[in-house]
């Protein structure tokens, strides 16, 4: 093999992909491999950035920038003879990212909140226990529009939306392998006084998805 791919690495504060790779020997003009990034699961808009491997034999270290993508990114690398396209998942915002608000008197009405948290933007209807992604097409990847949730509080429900409630949300993303997670949970406390007091939540609902 003229290319081997020693490691990819996603380099979180630099908002770019590390891609290790060696040449057995100097390459030709026309045999030469290019790494792309694209928004997980979707290829619409183009890449993210596209960059050309070094002809040269050796050792070389090339980077391909992320900006725009809020988590995670598939990074494809084609043109490596007797290979097809090698394809690798990175989480590039790995973390928890939380978000408290109080809900107002029109959230009340219509009975549901957006959340936005780096990487979702996410929609909680409390009475069907429900968490669902909006924007999926802004996010840039495909994602299932509702996802199995466990719910845990006092009698087994939430209560209805009503103006004053504290709401907090809380993301998780990690990796493993290719496989990157995320994990949710939705707190909702009856007053900011009942939260500021240490009381439990009214209810608490959870969910995980998956990305392979």
């Known amino acids: 093999m003229q290319t081997t791919i ?11 992909i590390k891609v290790v790779y060696t040449n057995a020997k100097e390459l030709p003009l026309a ?18 950035d596209s960059k050309k491997f070094s002809t040269k034999k050796g050792k070389h270290t090339l980077y391909v920038s992320t900006k725009g993508a809020l988590h995670m990114v598939n990074l494809e690398i084609t043109g490596v003879r007797g290979v097809k396209t090698l394809s690798y998942t990175r989480l590039v915002k790995p973390g928890t990212f939380t978000n408290t608000r109080t809900v107002s ?6 009975g549901a909140i957006s959340v936005h948290v780096p990487g979702a933007v996410l929609t909680f209807v409390p009475q069907t ?7 999926a097409a802004l996010l840039g990847w495909t994602v299932a529009s509702e996802v199995k949730s466990a719910l845990t509080g006092s009698g087994g429900k939430c209560p209805k939306l009503s103006k004053g409630q504290v709401i907090r949300s809380s993301v998780t993303w990690s990796q493993r392998g290719e496989s990157v997670s995320t994990a949710r949970t ?3 406390w009856h007053s900011a006084k009942d939260r500021n007091a240490g009381k439990a939540a009214a209810c608490t609902v959870k969910s995980t998805f998956s990305y392979r």
Not at 6 to 16: E, F, L, M, P, Q
Not at 31 to 48: I, Q
Request: aromatic letters at 8%; charged letters at 25%; glycine letters at 12%.
């Open 105 to 110: 008197g029109a959230e009340a009405v219509a």
């Open 129 to 135: 226990r429900i968490i669902r992604f909006a924007g």
């Open 186 to 188: 939705f707190q909702v």
């Open 6 to 16: 020693n490691s990819v690495t996603a380099d979180s504060a630099g908002k770019r």
């Open 31 to 48: 045999a030469v491999p290019s790494a792309k990034a694209f928004y997980k699961e979707t290829k619409r808009g183009g890449s993210l």
